[in-house]
């Protein structure tokens, strides 16, 4: 296993992500949706902000319709507690940890963040996100526990590819 290195990481995630996902979880009706996901890396800090916009999919429209909208960082400059954080169209906000970082390879990352914080969503309880970056692609899964699903559970699930 190699050395977790911000630059090499930050230089390979740099771009535009696009694809496909699955939404499910006890209490909603699954779905399917189309994702955009832009990571800009701060050129002075090691610091990287992202934007993900998704869209329903449906039979009528081509891209869908509007779903989500969520704008954030990844934050390494403290290297004790690298962290993430975002802010959701809706109001709600988040701050997780980085409880797990492995290098599998030469472009490949996998990350586990958990959550610390949620504000403003009484619904959400915790969440955790799961990021494997292999080589141009990025695929991964949010879980979380809710006050009407008290066990974490898998909630969204995607593919995206580095188009950018």
Known sequence: MNVFNFETFANNIDGIWKGKGIGIFPTIESFEFIELLEFKKDEERAIIHYEQRTWLKTNTLEKGRNS???SGFISFENNEQPFMNNVHENGRMEFMDLNDIK?????SFHFLFAS???FNDERMQASKRKLNFDDGKLNYEMYMRTKKVRKQQ??????LVKVV
Do not use: D, T
């Open 154 to 159: 898998l909630h969204l699930k995607a593919c």
């Open 68 to 70: 989500h909208w969520e």
């Open 103 to 107: 290098r599998l390879g030469k472009n």
């Open 116 to 118: 610390r914080l949620i």
